[in-house]
């Protein structure tokens, strides 16, 4: 599939999205969706890949929903095409490690895509916000449950009423984003931090991912069993094995994802 509002670029593991519409502030029109679902969902299923960074450009990473494209739309059509529900899952549910780099504007659809990723560094640029109400919506891909998740009640409430922005230092103190880097830094820190990771054994990291999320969607005594029983199966594998021989034997690891 050629695409014209995204890039994409593999290296040593790494799969790098960069959402494109940099005239709309990388606005998430029908294409864009359509063309993110396929990129995700193809590296998702790609063993050249083991980790994938989504980016936009310095102004935004993405400023929500294309609205010009949901203006004339009535409750029956949103309705009946579900409009702006459909192929998110391949974000969502991607079993990979997902990372969004946030410069600039993440507001509406922009943040509820930043927050389906398991992990957000921003650029000291960044903004993020959920103004949907001022368009006389709310947000519509999670933002009310993952915001309420990330940074609590009061907080998610405040940012969904008031559309206020919230700026990267607070997004780290409150838990929204994982660190901070200077903008210029950005994509270079995030590359990085996203080639450490696809160095780790891949099977270990799609466990990691299963478990973590488990702690959104279960009690604890299930998350805590299901860590266990995650923990033993790794015994199975191959790179457990190499990554114990390699520790005892003084020498890097070579993990195979077997
Ligand atoms: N949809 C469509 N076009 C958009 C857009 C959006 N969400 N955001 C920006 N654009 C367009 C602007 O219309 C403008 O186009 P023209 O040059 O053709 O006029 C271009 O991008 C540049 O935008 P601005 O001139 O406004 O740039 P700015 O830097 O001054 O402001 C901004 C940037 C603060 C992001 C501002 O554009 C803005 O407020 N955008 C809308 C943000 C918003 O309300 N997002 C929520 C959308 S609804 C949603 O996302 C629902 C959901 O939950 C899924």
Known sequence: MAYTCIKTDVNDHVA??????????????????GELADAVARFD???????????????????????TEMREIGFVEAFKRNILMERWDAVARARKPTIAAVAGYALGGGCELAMMCDIIYCADSAKFGQPEINLGVLPALGGSQRLTHLVGKSKAMEMCLSGRFMLAEEAERSGLAARVFPAADLLDEVLKIAGKIAEKPPLAALAVKECVNRAYDSTLSEGLLFEK???????????????????????SAQFRGK
């Open 16 to 33: 790098l999205i960069t959402l494109d519409r940099p005239e709309a502030r990388n606005a998430l029109n029908s294409t864009l969706i």
């Open 45 to 67: 299923a790609d063993d050249a890949v083991r980790v994938m960074v989504l980016t936009g450009d310095d102004k935004a990473f993405a400023a929500g929903a294309d609205i």
């Open 229 to 251: 029983r995650m923990f033993h199966a790794l015994f199975g594998t191959e790179d457990k094995r190499e990554g114990m021989d390699a520790f005892v034997e003084n020498r």
